[in-house]
């Protein structure tokens, strides 16, 4: 015996979903990622972003060289002001991230 089941009904039942919470490491850069003295001041996996050419500086034209996250087919622009993210994922998933959607969180996960 073969029982047919019409899903289609449950198919048109609205339902509610709620966004896993994800932790993200990151920074807001503030137009360098060196200080004068020649010293990195972001996370080290900014600066290893940056070695192996994640995190690229570039100029266009006679302008001031600006700052790109380079990813697989993918090109960001970042701007002073902006925070740059990483990922549960690691070095691979970086983003350049506007801050009102981030907030900041003490150690134990709390918005502060």
């Known amino acids: 015996?073969?029982?047919?089941?019409?899903?289609?009904e449950e198919l048109k039942m609205s339902k509610q979903f709620v966004a896993k919470l994800v932790k993200y490491e990151?920074?807001?850069y503030d137009g360098d990622l060196m200080g004068s003295d020649g010293n990195y001041?972001?996370?080290?996996?900014?600066v290893e972003a940056y070695q192996i050419g994640v995190l690229k500086y570039s100029a266009i034209g006679t302008s001031e060289p600006d700052l790109f996250i380079m990813q697989h087919d993918d090109c960001q622009l970042v701007m002073?002001?902006?925070?740059?993210?990483?990922?549960?994922?690691?070095l691979c998933c970086i983003r350049r991230c506007i801050i009102p959607l981030l907030f900041e969180v003490n150690e134990?996960?709390?918005e502060k």
Not at 41 to 46: C, G, I, Q, S, T
């Open 41 to 46: 001041y972001v996370p080290d996996w900014a």
């Open 26 to 28: 990151g920074f807001i």
């Open 108 to 110: 134990e996960g709390e």
């Open 80 to 90: 002073p002001g902006d925070a740059i993210i990483r990922t549960p994922h690691g």
């Open 1 to 8: 015996m073969v029982l047919l089941v019409d899903f289609k």
